[in-house]
């Protein structure tokens, strides 16, 4: 969940500007900055659930640049984490990404008349 201020708390353009850098300047999108991070979710989406080796197999990195890329996305709230014997899996967190994109979009489409207003 966001923690940036409450839109009905926000008055001014100054406070809008502060909300708009909170939201989008998140680990969540410099997750996504990174093109090796782009091509460890495309393998997910390729290979759904997958541990570290078998996601290391189709990319060019080794085991551990790829597992920090995935602790990256972890902590980003990107992909999730389960862990059985001596390995660990992971997957997309596809309600997480989702949950995180709505809350964006709502304090985005509140600030909007505030901070960018339209013309009509």
Known sequence: MLRVMEPAAIKTRQQAAQACVEILDTTF??????????????????????????????????????????QVMERAGLVRSATEGRYTFYEIDAAAILRRLDDMTTLIRRLSPLCCPTKS
Not at 30 to 54: T, Y
Request: contains cysteine; aromatic residues 2%.
């Open 29 to 70: 999108f410099k997750a996504l900055c990174e093109p090796a991070r782009i091509r460890v979710l495309r393998e997910l989406v390729l290979k759904g659930r997958a541990d570290v080796g078998s996601l290391a197999s189709g990319l060019p990195q080794d085991r551990s640049v790829i597992t920090r890329h995935l």
